[in-house]
């Protein structure tokens, strides 16, 4: 049930950029970052009230949506609010890019803390895995700031919703493949290994 809520609670996020979209296109900005940034708080108590618990991305995408929203609302400019997507995509491959090199990545923690009688994938596998992500959260961040500086909010949100799930498909379907591969050549070496043992 904790899950379901949570996946929900994922998708309701994307509420404050569908509200900012539409209010921009109706009303004038002010009220556009208002109501991008009242949806933020309603997520974030309705999160609290259904789960009992906030997540720490929730925590951080409101923070930003609050901040960046102020600093629009002072200087007339919709563009700092827009810049939030950048601003998690870089906090993202940032966080995870310090787990690595401290020598243990979420996923791996994640896959450990797993239980045992289930398949798990080499350690090497999950750490490579993690790269790649983190690499792609920090392309996406720089992405986004292009879109919202110079490309039209339409497109911002796409790339900000649907976009972003429609890009890290396409990015697992490689890694897929590339897993595949990884594991083929394990096994190759391996066997390779115990043939010399055996000369």
Same mark, same amino acid.
């Given at each position: 049930?904790?899950?379901?809520?949570?996946?929900?609670?994922?998708?309701?996020?994307?509420?404050?950029?569908?509200?900012?979209?539409? $209010?921009?296109?109706?009303?004038?900005?002010? &009220?556009? #970052?208002? !109501? +991008?940034?009242? /949806?933020?708080?309603? =997520?974030? *108590?309705?999160?609290?009230?259904?789960?009992?618990?906030?997540?720490? $991305?929730?925590?951080?995408?409101?923070?930003? &949506?609050? #901040?960046? !929203? +102020?600093?629009? /609302?002072?200087?007339? =400019?919709? *563009?700092?609010?827009?810049?939030?997507?950048?601003?998690?995509?870089?906090?993202?491959?940032?966080?995870?890019?310090?787990?690595?090199?401290? !020598?243990?990545?979420? /996923?791996?923690?994640?896959?450990?803390?797993?239980?045992?009688?289930?398949?798990?994938?080499?350690?090497?596998?999950?750490?490579?895995?993690?790269?790649?992500?983190?690499?792609?959260?920090?392309?996406?961040?720089?992405?986004?700031?292009?879109?919202?500086?110079?490309?039209?909010?339409?497109?911002?949100?796409?790339?900000?919703?649907?976009?972003?799930?429609?890009?890290?498909?396409?990015?697992?379907?490689?890694?897929?493949?590339?897993?595949?591969?990884?594991?083929?050549?394990?096994?190759?070496?391996?066997?390779?290994?115990?043939?010399?043992?055996?000369?």
């Amino acid at each position: 049930m904790d899950q379901k809520l949570s996946k929900n609670f994922f998708l309701i996020s994307f509420l404050p950029a569908f509200a900012y979209w539409y $209010l921009e296109e109706n009303y004038p900005l002010r &009220i556009a #970052l208002a !109501g +991008g940034m009242i /949806l933020a708080s309603l =997520e974030v *108590i309705l999160e609290q009230y259904f789960t009992k618990h906030i997540h720490t $991305l929730s925590k951080f995408n409101f923070f930003l &949506i609050v #901040l960046l !929203g +102020g600093i629009s /609302l002072i200087g007339d =400019e919709g *563009i700092w609010f827009k810049l939030q997507p950048f601003f998690t995509g870089l906090g993202m491959s940032s966080f995870m890019g310090y787990r690595l090199w401290k !020598g243990e990545g979420m /996923l791996l923690e994640m896959m450990k803390s797993m239980p045992q009688g289930k398949n798990k994938l080499p350690d090497f596998i999950m750490k490579n895995m993690e790269k790649h992500v983190c690499i792609f959260f920090f392309v996406y961040a720089l992405f986004m700031a292009f879109v919202a500086i110079f490309l039209s909010t339409d497109t911002w949100l796409f790339f900000k919703t649907i976009g972003l799930y429609i890009i890290f498909g396409v990015l697992m379907i490689f890694e897929f493949f590339f897993i595949r591969f990884q594991i083929k050549k394990m096994i190759e070496n391996q066997q390779k290994a115990e043939i010399f043992k055996n000369f």
